[in-house]
């Protein structure tokens, strides 16, 4: 008799638990340094410093999340005060947690405060904008969870979904990110793959709520004086496809063989796990 019963998909045993899943910054951290990865997600190291640009995005997301939610509820935007106290509340519960936090030169808590001010109007003039534009568009989910499977041979890939929208036969996931400039050409290439790992995790929903095709996006949010906000709708090849594949495949072998050297670079500066790699 055929077994038909679905192989379970691969895993590893570590020190922080059974490893069944990989999430897209876990690839991409793999990728800058395995060694990074493996504190982090391996050993279940903790982190000694916490870097404030990674601080102030995560509050910041929080904060637009607010915004978002009030239009999937169908409520009108919150006043901007109420975006700042998310913010607020977001950045404390966060820097409460961290041993050390990393500023950027010229940069503290007041003048990312007032960052945080300047781009939560611009993203809200923007949502705006966007609803004036296009009115029957509906949000469908925040903070979409899915897991997929990529290859066969690798355990499914998480990907978190900022922003789900459907736009007619249209469905639109957006990526909502922060940047010191507007992205150029190479930056729209590194992160590409993100988009392309949405793409796959999105197939099933696609057939579900009767779409036709996916429209993956950047929404850029400068962190500027004057701060603007841009969205990138790159396409992705099938070159794109095979390289994800063949990058997710590289990472997975690397992670079972137990492969994880120090990868030094510029971003040994700002790493939470810097004083337990280099003893400084
Ligand atoms: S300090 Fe540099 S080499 Fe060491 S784990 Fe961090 S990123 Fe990797």
């Known amino acids: 008799m055929p077994n038909h019963a679905a192989a379970a998909p691969p895993s590893v045993e570590t020190e922080a638990g059974l490893l069944d899943h990989l999430s897209w910054s876990g690839v991409t951290t793999y990728l800058q340094c395995p ?3 493996n504190y982090r997600y391996l050993t279940d190291t903790p ?12 509050a910041f997301h929080r904060a637009a999340e607010v915004a978002l939610q009030a239009r999937l509820e169908g409520r009108p935007f919150p006043a901007l005060a109420e975006l700042l106290a998310e913010y ?12 050390e936090i990393v500023f950027a030169k010229g940069d503290d808590a007041a003048s990312l405060h007032g960052l ?6 611009a993203f809200t003039q923007h949502l705006e904008a966007e609803v004036r534009a296009a009115p029957h568009r509906r949000i469908l989910a925040l903070e979409h ?7 066969p041979d690798t355990p499914p890939v998480e990907a978190r979904l900022d922003l789900l929208e459907l736009d007619g036969a249209d469905l639109i996931v957006s ?5 010191k400039s507007r992205w150029n050409e190479q930056k729209v290439a590194e992160a590409l793959p993100q988009l392309v790992v949405y793409a796959h995790a999105l197939m ?8 036709k095709r996916i429209r993956p996006r950047f929404v850029v949010v400068t962190k500027a004086k004057t701060p603007v906000v841009h969205v990138l709708e ?6 794109d496809v095979l390289r994800l594949r063949e990058q997710v495949g590289e990472v997975w072998k690397g992670i079972r063989a137990g492969v994880f050297p120090a990868r030094d670079g510029w971003w040994c500066t700002a790493c939470p796990f810097r004083t337990a790699c280099q003893g400084r």
């Open 204 to 211: 099933p929903l696609l057939r579900e709520v009767g779409a």
């Open 145 to 151: 969870e899915d897991r997929f499977r990529l290859l």
């Open 175 to 179: 990526e909502i990110k922060t940047s």
């Open 234 to 239: 790159p396409q992705a090849t099938q070159a």
């Open 116 to 121: 945080a001010e300047r781009m939560l109007s």
């Open 35 to 37: 060694k990074k990865f």
């Open 88 to 99: 607020d509340r977001a950045w404390q519960e966060e820097s409460a947690e961290a041993a």
């Open 47 to 58: 982190e000694e410093r916490k870097s404030a640009a990674l601080l102030f995005g995560g």
